[in-house]
Each structure stands twice: as structure tokens, then as C-alpha cells.
């Protein structure tokens, strides 16, 4: 996919992602950081918001316990009334906005009557109400606010109940016992002061605690004496609750803050099970306790609106990188684009395409610069190719001339005598692709001599083909002359070797057979020794003469050699092409194997031994070219001639 | 207290139409305590209909501090009580002609609780300590048990909290096992804290609610309190197999009458109390019966501790069909 893409394509992908990457971990560490930042500054509000509202129930507690004391102060120490009694308290409640009742209890009387008798002064529909709980069969004497002072000898909180005597409200009282003033402490009875838990629960209530947040009490016993579920109120401790919910956790919670400890712990709503915060703190003196629940959604809203802003922006932000690095690519690519065109124009072969030439110094321009220098070399590179072409096909036209000369001056029809019978031979010249200078011819000097002669130029080309043409011109004039082969290749070398600028030479045998005899007497000017293949079967060279190659100097005379030829014996002729000729290895065909082949085809006629010969080199050189030219000639004298 | 009166006054109506001619199809069954799941087999066969099919047309009123079973039964209030054992026999003391018609809770579930910390590792070390105890009926089992043991504790009242036990005013307290134990655990104590013993393992369990009317109501309808009597038991029978619908059912009566707790102690006290309704392999009750032996020991212990002094042969005390059909 992204190979598919252009560059600008790939640039802009890759900075997004990269973008995105560099954006998700700022938002993630940023989220990280604001969360417990915020998480510090809600457990700071929090915890202040708890202690607070903690103080102010405090407050609430200390008038209401103050108000108890002060009724069982006068009461232990003045000889009241009843009525006197129920004066006090209507004083009390009336002028205590936090104090829903307050009672007295006697368990013998009071001066004045010797009945139990208990007055009860409390709040009823805007008014003070007042009753006597001793009663209508109420048992004030049973009731945890009477029997806890009693037995525990000092004032006490009751744990939160549903008044059934007055108030039939939720309620907690504050119980002081009374003893009587004369020194020995004998239990007379308790003063009490009620606070209503509805005056609470709406204190609790008007807390600024969040859409979400709320507050709850806890008696000393764990019991949910204040809490946004009425249900709970009164029926649930935090440890039924975490008994039912089997949540240990949750009763070691209340452990602590039944224990008065004060704290800052998540925690998990009871019904909604909402992850939360839970500030708690102790209320008052019994164990009570009060805890502030912020759900953890107020903070993580915070931070998700804050994320949503930086991802809000961040994505701004892309929108504009992305134009940027479009443009940017773009204007990279743009040359790059037009680049691409001006190399397809050349690959078409138009070298005169326009190379843009986009300014400044960067790795685009240099490209271009090169690519503008690789067109101009490009150019002169062809025009010198072209040069080079023409060059080349005049020198092939030129070879091709130098082959016609060699091979319009040899003897090419055989059987060259068709009316004689006494003798045959048979030659082939193969050049080689570069015409190497290698000549062969025979003629008969009148009726009874033949003249056979082999050379070879050394040297290529059209020099070494006229060379080669004028050689064998003179060779058949000085024959004309003199028949004695070793006199002629005298005066060849003569002619030759004079004002020979171009130190050109050549190789040269030459032989004359008298038909009639068989004798054959020859020279050889540096050539390779003929082989004479006896209708006996044996194969031997032509005995060898001294002498030098023909045209190089004017130096030493050429000896003669002489040697009979019976009939059937066949004198075969070669250049070095043949000894020379190379496979494709490079390896040579060799003396050996050219003798081996002269003795399989030696009962063969002269026309099909040379082509065996070069049947047998073509199958050594397997197609490879060849360096030399290949030139064979063979002669045989006719048997019973 | 709105409803409580409502609920009074339906039960003075009732009271007054039944006095009025002998009650028939009327019953009114009061309990001893105030709504839980005590009494969870007697709300379901309401609700569910058995005794309506046994022509029973039942009104359940609860009990509490102020209000006394024994004297509505005898006051022509209500009709049937649940009352414990010892309750009922002290009803006849005070001449109460009360009499068994089914014996709900046959196994004790009374226990002693006691702080482990005050030093109370065994029951011997409450001699000279503070133990809170309820009055009368309840308490005799346990003085029974004291007396045994040759332990002498200083008793200090107990009514219907044990707050006086939490605020470490007691050493120890005298506790239903379904019940106020388990209040205890629910204001944070841990059971590790506890010496508790049941008196039914030290051999002082006594039978405790069964199912009690006045001598002449079930003489004058044998068959109505025979009823009444089995479609009570088929109730617990119900509970004891939809123990959720029967916790449902208990939570919907204390709502009603703003009775304090919650359901995992409701489901505390139904799961404590069953084994003690329906026997197990090893015991010896039957389901719904009062044993003769266990009423004849109950008997003789609270002869003994001076509680009731009484001649009551159990077949007069223990009616059935069988034996007082006319």
C-alpha cells in the first residue's frame, strides 16, 4: 500500500502517523497528569468539604449536648417541678433550632408526685407539643436512651431509631443520666435532647457535591443514619451492605471510619455501583461518622473534555501539516515529476528533450544537473558512436574487398585440367573473417610441368591482400622466366625486398612436379614443410631446404630440394591455419591430429581428403572464429600415368 | 406511625366484629416480635393463599416493645399467637389458658455472646461479670444453664438492643443466634472477637415458637385452629423451598411497618432458624409437634428456677384434634 503511493503520498502518510503517534501520547500523558492532578485537588476539596460539613454536625452535636446537660443540671440540683420541668425543656427546644425534642424521665418522680413519670416537649407541626412517656404504655424504663445512661453511668448517644413515643421521626438522642444531689450517686433518671436525622440528611443534602456526588452518615454501630437511598436509612450498616455485596473491602472501610479514622479511598457506590471517591471523616465524640461520594466520572469528565480539546486541536493541527507537507512533497516531486517525463523522451531516443533546470542547491537540483550532463554526454557518446560506425563500415567494405582480391586471383574450378588425366588436385581457401593473406595457385609450365605454390602473407587486411596479389603475379612471371623453384623465390625475395617500406613478407613453398618423371623440385621461403602422403601409406615431410621468409630482406639465397613422387604419392600443402586452427578453448588442432586425418583419408581422392580435412577442423573449431586464414592444397599423381 | 395505626385500627374492627359472634373463618394470628423473618412461614401462607384455601380469611399483626401477645390472646384481640415456649407457659402461671396448637421452632437457638478481649475465653469466666439479660421467659433457659454451671454473673436488664453489649457496658449478652448475633457481626464486630456459646450444645435448649390460642377458642373451633395450624406449617414448608420469595415477602412486611433491617440479615436469621424448624437426621422432634419429653423438661427447668409453678399435663397444654375433638 504505502509502496504504491506516490512520495508526496508517502511523506503526508507518514507524518500523519507519526503525527497521530506523537498525538496520542500527549493526550495519554496529559490525560495521566490532569487525572492525578485533578484526583489531588478533588481529595483536597473533598477532604476539607468532609471536615466542614463534619464541624458544623460537630456543632450540631455540641448544642444538642450542651442543651441535655444544662436541663440535667438544674434538674439534679434545683428541687423542681414537673411543670416546672416541662417549662425548662419547652425552653430548650423553642430557643434550639437543632434540638426536635427533649425529654425528662424519672424513674421514681419528681418532687411532687412519687409516679414514674417522664414529660416530653417536642416539635409537632410548627408548634411544641408535650406529653408524658411514662404513659399510654410506651415503657420509657426499656428504651436504649433510658437504660444506656443507666448502665453505663454516663451521657450517652443512642444509636439513630424510629421514635415510636413522640416525634415518630428517625431520630438519635442524647441521653444524661441523673443522679441524686446528695453525694451518693443513686440513679434517678435521664434528661434527654433529641436530634431529628431529617435535619441532617437535608444539611447533607444541600452540600455542593456535584450533579453525581452525595453524602452519607454512619452511627457508631456502622448503621446508615443519612444517605440518598432512603431504603438504606435505619435498615442497612455499611457492613450488611458489604455482607450482601460480599465486598470485604468495603467492611474494613467501615471499620475505619466506625473507628473514627478520617480518609480519601475510592470506592464503589452501593446501588449504582459507580466508581467514586469516598471522602470520610468522624462526626462528634460516638464514632459517627460521615462520608463524602464523588463519582470518579466528575474527574474523568475533566479530563475526557480535556483530551477531546487537544485532540480537537491536534487534528486542526494535522489539517494544516497535511497541506504543508503536501505542498512541500509536491514541490519536491514537481521537478522530480517533469524529470521523469524528460527521461522518457530520451528512452524514446529524443536526446534533445528539454531537462528542467529547477533552482537552488538541494539533491533535486543536482539531480537534475546530472541528469542534464548525462544528456549531453549522451549526445557526443552517440555522435561518436556514429562516427565510429561509419568507420568500422568502411573497414568491412574495405575487407570485403581484400577477400574479393584474394580470392579472384586463386584457381577455383576443378578439376582445373579436365582434359588431362594424369594427374588431380584439388584446393579450397577459407578466409578468415579479416582476410589473412594466405594464397595458393598452380599452373602447368607447357605440357609436362606443374607448378604448385602456397603462401602466406603475414599481415591483414587489404595491404596484405594486394601484397598477396602481387606476390603471386610475380611468382607466375619469374616462373615464366625460370623453372628452377629455388631461382624464383631468388629473385622474389629480390623484388619484394626491395623498398619494402612496409616490412611486409611472406611465406612462400613452391614446388614444380614433372608430370611425366614425378620428380618434383621445390623451395620453401619460411612456410610450413608439405606433407607427402606415399600410396604406400606412409606420411613424411618434404625433406627440408634453408630458407628464410620472402620479401622481409635482401639476404641468403634459397637452397632447392628435390624428391620423387611415384604415382598415387600425394603432396599436400597447408598454411598454419590449419595446424592453428582453434576450438573454442582455444586449444589446436596440431600437427598430429592434421597427420592422423591426412592417414584416415589418404586412399580418398585429393577433392575429398581436403574436405575431410576441413570437415575434421570445422568439427575441432565448433563454430569458434578463426584468426587465420584456412588454405589447403592437394596434388596426386594419376597411378598407371 | 400512620400505618401502625391504620393497622390498629383494622385490628380493633376485626376485634370488634369477632367478639361479637365466635370466630369462624376470621383469624388473627399476633407475633411476639416485630415483623422479620421469623415469621416468614406465616406471611407466605397468607400470601400464597393456604390458609384462604382452608377458608381462613388470616390478618397478621406484628409485635414490639408496647405490645404484649400474650395479653391480646387473652384480651379476645387477637386469636392465635406465636409465642415461645416458655412465654406460653408463663402465660398459664399468670392464667393465661393458652394452648399449643403447633410447635413451630422445636431446636434452641439461645446463645451467650461475650467479649473475648474482657477476658472471657469459656463460659466459667463470667463469674462476677456484668451479663446483660432479658426478663422472665427468655431469661430462663439461661439462668438454668448458670445455675447448673455454679456460675454467678451480676445480670443487668436486657430489652430489645444490645447496644449496652456494644458499648462494652456488658461483659456479655444474651443473644438469639438468628438474631442479635448476627445484629452484632452487622455493626462491624468480627466474629474472632466473640466467645459465644449456644445453650442447646451445653444441654439447655428448650422449644421455643410454636403456635398458641386460648383453651376455649380452640375447643369452641377445633377445626378452624386445626387449619389454621397446618396451613401455617405448609408455610414454612413453602419457605423453607423459595427461601428468596419468603426473604421477598419478610422485606415487604418490614418496609410496611418501617421495621429497621435488611435483607442479608433476614436471610441470616431464615437460614439460622430453618434447621431449627425441620428436624435433621439426628434429632428427635417431629416438624410441627411439641415433644412430650421436651415439653416435660422444659417444665421441670423453670419449675425449678421458681418461674412457674404449675401441674399442666402436656396432653391438656398441647391441643390437638385428635385428642380434644368434641
Known amino acids: 500500500m504505502l509502496r504504491r503511493l506516490g512520495i508526496a503520498g508517502r511523506m503526508s502518510l507518514l507524518v500523519l502517523v507519526g503525527g497521530a503517534v506523537i498525538l496520542g501520547v500527549v493526550v495519554g500523558v496529559s490525560a495521566h497528569v490532569s487525572r492525578g492532578m485533578l484526583e489531588r485537588e478533588l481529595e483536597a476539596k473533598a477532604t476539607a468539604l468532609a471536615t466542614s460539613v463534619a464541624n458544623r454536625l460537630d456543632a450540631v452535636e455540641r448544642s444538642i449536648t450542651r442543651s441535655a446537660v444544662g436541663i440535667a443540671h438544674a434538674v439534679e440540683n434545683l428541687p423542681v417541678s414537673r411543670e416546672q ?557 | 406511625m400512620g400505618r401502625r395505626l391504620s393497622i390498629t385500627g383494622v385490628l380493633v374492627a376485626v376485634a370488634a366484629t369477632a367478639s361479637a359472634e365466635v370466630p369462624a373463618t376470621h383469624v388473627r394470628l399476633v407475633l411476639p416480635w416485630r415483623h422479620q423473618a421469623q415469621f416468614a412461614g406465616y406471611y407466605a401462607a397468607l400470601k400464597h393463599g393456604l390458609y384462604a384455601q382452608d377458608g381462613l380469611d388470616v390478618t397478621i399483626v406484628g409485635g414490639g416493645p408496647g405490645r404484649d401477645a400474650v395479653e391480646l390472646v387473652r384480651g379476645g384481640q387477637a386469636d392465635v399467637a406465636v409465642l415461645p415456649l416458655s412465654a406460653a407457659l408463663l402465660a398459664r402461671e399468670h392464667g393465661g389458658p393458652v394452648v399449643n396448637v403447633a410447635q413451630v421452632v422445636n431446636r434452641s437457638n439461645l446463645m451467650l455472646v461475650a467479649w473475648r478481649n474482657r477476658g472471657i475465653r469459656r463460659l466459667k469466666d463470667l463469674e462476677g461479670r456484668r451479663v446483660s439479660m432479658w426478663q422472665e421467659e427468655l431469661s430462663a433457659p439461661f439462668l438454668d444453664f448458670f445455675g447448673e454451671e455454679g456460675i454467678k454473673p451480676i445480670f443487668v436488664p436486657q430489652y430489645f438492643s444490645v447496644e449496652l453489649f456494644l458499648r462494652r457496658g456488658v461483659d456479655a449478652c444474651a443473644a438469639m443466634e438468628y438474631n442479635e448475633y448476627h445484629g452484632i457481626l452487622q455493626a462491624g464486630v468480627d466474629p474472632s472477637q466473640l466467645t459465644v456459646a449456644r445453650l442447646r450444645d451445653a444441654g439447655f435448649g428448650i422449644p421455643e415458637d410454636g403456635l398458641y390460642c386460648l383453651e376455649s377458642v380452640a375447643r369452641g373451633n377445633p377445626y378452624v385452629v386445626a387449619r389454621f395450624a397446618a396451613a401455617s406449617l405448609a408455610g414454612w414448608r413453602w419457605v423453607a423451598d423459595h427461601q428468596d420469595e419468603a426473604l421477598d415477602l419478610t422485606m415487604e412486611y418490614l418496609r410496611h411497618d418501617h421495621v429497621p433491617g435488611n435483607r442479608s440479615h433476614m436471610r441470616w436469621m431464615l437460614t439460622t432458624l430453618l434447621p431449627s424448624i425441620f428436624p435433621s437426621a439426628g434429632d428427635q422432634w417431629t416438624f410441627g409437634r411439641l415433644r412430650h419429653e421436651d415439653y416435660d423438661r422444659t417444665l421441670a427447668r423453670l419449675t425449678d428456677h421458681g418461674v412457674v409453678h404449675l401441674n399442666l399435663p402436656f396432653e391438656v397444654f398441647c391441643w390437638s384434634t385428635e385428642t380434644h375433638a368434641p
Open chain 1, 85 to 641: 420541668v416541662v417549662t425548662l425543656l419547652q425552653a430548650v427546644v423553642r430557643d434550639n433550632p437543632d434540638v426536635y425534642g427533649a425529654a425528662a424521665a424519672f424513674q421514681g418522680g419528681v418532687p411532687g408526685t412519687s409516679r414514674a413519670t417522664c414529660p416530653y416537649v417536642y416539635r409537632h407541626e410548627g408548634s411544641l407539643a408535650v406529653k408524658d412517656l411514662a404513659e399510654g404504655g410506651y415503657r420509657f424504663q426499656i428504651r436504649d436512651w433510658y437504660t444506656l445512661p443507666m448502665e453505663l453511668g454516663q451521657p450517652v448517644w443512642t444509636e439513630p431509631y424510629y421514635d415510636e413515643g413522640g416525634g415518630g421521626i428517625v431520630m438519635a438522642t442524647y441521653s444524661v443520666p441523673l443522679s441524686t444531689g446528695t453525694g451518693e450517686t443513686r440513679f434517678r433518671g435521664v434528661v434527654t435532647c433529641d436530634v431529628s436525622l431529617a435535619g441532617i440528611s437535608g444539611l447533607i443534602a444541600s452540600l455542593p457535591l456535584g450533579e453525581a456526588g452525595y453524602g452519607f452518615v454512619l452511627s457508631a454501630d456502622g448503621t446508615v443514619v443519612s444517605h440518598r437511598v432512603k431504603q438504606y436509612i435505619m435498615n442497612e450498616t455499611i457492613f450488611s451492605l458489604a455482607e450482601a455485596r460480599g465486598d470485604p473491602t468495603l467492611h474494613a472501610l467501615g471499620l475505619r471510619m466506625v473507628h473514627g479514622e478520617s480518609g480519601f479511598v475510592p470506592f464503589t457506590t452501593f446501588t449504582t455501583k459507580t466508581p467514586s471517591f469516598l471522602a470520610f471523616a468522624p462526626v462528634g465524640a460516638e464514632g459517627w461518622s460521615l462520608g463524602l461520594v464523588f463519582p470518579k466520572e466528575a474527574v474523568t469528565s475533566r479530563v475526557r473534555a480535556l483530551g477531546q480539546t487537544q485532540i480537537l486541536f491536534g487534528i486542526a493541527g494535522f489539517a494544516g501539516l497535511l497541506v504543508v507537507v503536501l505542498a512541500i512533497s509536491r514541490s519536491i516531486t514537481r521537478p522530480l515529476r517533469h524529470l521523469d517525463a524528460a527521461t522518457r523522451a530520451l528512452a524514446g531516443g529524443n536526446l534533445d528533450a528539454p531537462v528542467p533546470e529547477p533552482g537552488g542547491n538541494d539533491e533535486v537540483a543536482h539531480l537534475a544537473a546530472s541528469f542534464a550532463q548525462m544528456q549531453r554526454d549522451l549526445r557526443i557518446h552517440i555522435d561518436q558512436l556514429q562516427a565510429t560506425t561509419a568507420a568500422k563500415e568502411r573497414i568491412e567494405r574495405e575487407l570485403q574487398i581484400a577477400r574479393a582480391i584474394q580470392l579472384a586471383l586463386l584457381p577455383k574450378t576443378f578439376p582445373p585440367f579436365p582434359e588431362r588425366n594424369d594427374l588431380e588436385i584439388y584446393a579450397v581457401l577459407e578466409p578468415a573473417r579479416e582476410v589473412g593473406g594466405d594464397f595458393y595457385d598452380f599452373f602447368l609450365l607447357g605440357e609436362d610441368r606443374l607448378v604448385l605454390v602456397i603462401g602466406d602473407v603475414a599481415g591483414k587486411g587489404v595491404p596484405a591482400a594486394i601484397y598477396m596479389a602481387v606476390t603471386r603475379t610475380m611468382i607466375r612471371a619469374l616462373f615464366r622466366e625460370d623453372s628452377e623453384p629455388a631461382e624464383v623465390l631468388n629473385r622474389l625475395n629480390q623484388e619484394l625486398a626491395e623498398d619494402n617500406d612496409s616490412g611486409m613478407f611472406v611465406t612462400v613453398f613452391c614446388a614444380v612436379v614433372d608430370l611425366r618423371g614425378g620428380e618434383c623440385r621445390y623451395a620453401n621461403g619460411g612456410h610450413n614443410p608439405p606433407l607427402v602422403i606415399r600410396a604406400s601409406g606412409e606420411l613424411e615431410p618434404v625433406p627440408s631446404v634453408s630458407g628464410y621468409v620472402v620479401g622481409a630482406i635482401e639476404g641468403p639465397p634459397f637452397a632447392s630440394g628435390a624428391l620423387i613422387l611415384a604415382p598415387g604419392d600425394t603432396l599436400f600443402l597447408y598454411t598454419d591455419g590449419v595446424v592453428e586452427c582453434m576450438d573454442r578453448a582455444g586449444g589446436l588442432y596440431g600437427d598430429a591430429r592434421t597427420r592422423e586425418r591426412l592417414m584416415d583419408l589418404r586412399q580418398t581422392s585429393c577433392n575429398d581428403l581436403i574436405k575431410g580435412v576441413r570437415e575434421g577442423l570445422r568439427r575441432h573449431a565448433d563454430g569458434a572464429e578463426q584468426s587465420d586464414d584456412i588454405t589447403m592444397l592437394a596434388f596426386r599423381l594419376a597411378r598407371g600415368a
